[in-house]
Each structure stands twice: as structure tokens, then as C-alpha cells.
């Protein structure tokens, strides 16, 4: 990895945001937890900034810039994300305020129920914000991103094999349903995108984009019992309807699907030293996921 120091990208960006490039003083660490973009903290005498370094490969990964600079600016103004001072396009770097008092979830305080309901109660919240100028299609992307993974002669994992007819299933069955209501969603709800400070927040929305809310929860309830989705469901809509919950349930291999796929073409594509091969085999270790 590039040190931030020697970098022009990284010194360019710091040079549009006058808090940075005047600051007598500066600090620069990596930020560890990211898997697309490299993220820096800065420090200086007076305050604390995250810049992440926009990646490459947005348009392979689906990435939307617009939409993204869109959505981070309806979450800041309802203060669900970050102050945003600076978003490059189209490059897609960033800089924001650094929550110096918040801190990420461990897997097992995530699905704890009392985090469960405060995430429930802010996803709720996320799609109640305005509209962007994108429509998110985990369908779409699977489809893309299998071809090219097929195309490169990629090594694909053998539970892959019976969750894409699966997947594809359920794509034609909502295909001929009423369509839900389209709300903006985040659509990468991963445990370590929320930080709390005794309020929480959401991070990383390089791919919000109009679409199914459902979509959002699958991707807390895909980690949950029987139970825990009952109490995800209750915590959002104020109880447990047969549809929702059967509408839950057809997501969870939809949204497990969609980032193991993702993971895979990351593996010939993404940041050096992270095992994104591992990642997709933990995204399907939820298969059969439980009910």
C-alpha cells in the first residue's frame, strides 16, 4: 500500500479541504475495516478527519459516485452519516469528520437484540430520507458479475452452484408480485458500516440506491435464528406479518449471494493482503441459513 505521504492522490485531495491543508500540524494513520477504498485518519491541532482514497474499479463493481454523493448528503442532513466536506467526482474520493466517541460492533454485540432494535429503528429512518437518481438490482449485479467471473475462468465455490438457481427463483417470483415500495436503502448494512455514540451511524454508502427496504433487513437477519428475525420484524414494523416474514426469508439467499459474487470478482480486483476468497466462504457458511 502506498504510504498517504508519498502519495499526489492523497496530498490532492488534502489540498481541496482548508481545515487540512492549513492545519500547522498533521497526523496520518491507515484505517483498518475498509475492503473497496483505502481510508486514512488525519489529525491535526483542532480536529480529526477520515479521507478515503477512492478505488479504481468502481464501474466493475457497480459502484454509483452520483448516487453515492447524493445519498451521503440526505443521511448527513438527518444526521445519520458523517459531516461531508469534500466528494470528488468522478473519482469518488472523501473526506468527512472523524467520530472520534464512536465505536464499530463486534459480529456478536451486532445481533445482540437491544442493537438489533436501534438498527431496525434506524434503517427505518434511512428509508424515510428523499430519492436518488439510482435504482439498486442485487439480480442485476449477480447476473453481471457471474459472467465476468465465468469470462476470467474463475474458481467458483461448489455452494455457489445450488444458490444461484435459487436466487433466480425468487428474482422471477417477485418479478410477478406487487412490487414493494421504493424507498432509498443503503443495501450494505455490514455490521462494521454502523459506529455508535450513544447515537448510531451509518458509513460507507457506495452502494444506497432506490429499492426494496426488505433488502436492508435481510442483510442483518441473514445472521439471526428463527427469533431474531421475529424480533428484527417487530422492531421495524411493530410486529410479525406471514408476508414479511416469508419476504424476509427470500431475501437472506439474495443478499448472501450478492456478497459472496462480489467478493470473488474483489479477489482479482480488490486491495492486496485481504482474503476475499475467505470472505465469500464465510458469506455462504449462512447456507442453509437458518430459519
Not at 167 to 172: A, F, G, Y
Not at 211 to 232: C, F, P
Not at 234 to 256: C, D, K, M, N, Q
Request: net charge negative; with cysteine.
Amino acid at each position: 500500500m502506498e504510504s498517504p505521504t508519498s502519495s499526489s492522490t492523497f496530498d490532492r485531495v488534502v489540498d481541496l479541504v482548508p481545515e487540512l491543508s492549513q492545519a500547522s500540524e498533521r497526523t496520518v494513520s491507515v484505517l483498518s475495516g475498509g475492503l473497496t477504498n483505502t481510508s486514512y485518519l488525519v489529525v491535526t491541532e483542532d480536529a480529526q478527519f477520515v479521507v478515503r482514497i477512492g478505488c479504481d474499479n468502481a464501474p466493475t463493481l457497480g459502484i454509483d459516485r452520483v448516487a453515492e454523493q447524493e445519498a451521503i448528503t440526505l443521511a448527513e442532513e438527518a444526521g445519520i452519516a458523517p459531516e461531508l466536506l469534500l466528494f470528488t467526482q468522478p473519482e469518488g474520493h472523501l473526506v468527512t469528520r472523524y467520530l472520534s466517541g464512536a465505536h464499530g460492533f463486534s459480529v456478536d454485540e451486532f445481533v445482540a437484540p437491544t442493537v438489533v432494535a436501534r438498527v431496525a429503528a434506524l434503517l427505518r429512518d434511512v428509508h424515510g430520507l428523499g430519492s436518488v437518481d439510482r435504482r439498486f438490482d442485487p439480480y442485476a449485479d449477480i447476473h453481471r458479475w457471474m459472467n465476468l467471473l465465468r469470462s476470467r475462468g474463475a474458481s467458483l465455490p461448489d455452494r455457489l452452484g445450488p444458490l444461484l438457481p435459487l436466487v433466480e427463483e425468487t428474482e422471477r417470483k417477485l418479478a410477478h408480485a406487487p412490487a414493494p415500495e421504493s424507498v432509498l436503502c443503503h443495501n450494505d448494512p455490514y455490521h462494521l458500516n454502523f459506529l455508535d455514540d450513544g447515537s448510531l451511524w451509518l458509513i460507507d454508502w457506495e452502494y444506497a440506491g432506490m429499492g426494496d427496504a426488505m433488502y436492508d433487513l435481510a442483510g442483518i437477519g441473514y445472521r439471526l435464528d428463527s427469533e431474531g428475525k421475529d424480533h428484527l420484524l417487530t422492531s421495524y414494523f411493530g410486529g410479525v406479518e406471514p408476508a414479511a416474514r416469508e419476504h424476509l426469508e427470500a431475501l437472506v439467499p439474495v443478499y448472501i449471494c450478492w456478497n459472496a459474487v462480489w467478493s470473488l470478482v474483489e479477489a482479482d480486483d480488490g486491495m492486496a493482503g485481504f482474503d476475499y476468497v475467505n470472505l465469500a466462504s464465510e458469506f455462504l457458511d449462512w447456507l442453509p441459513y437458518r430459519s
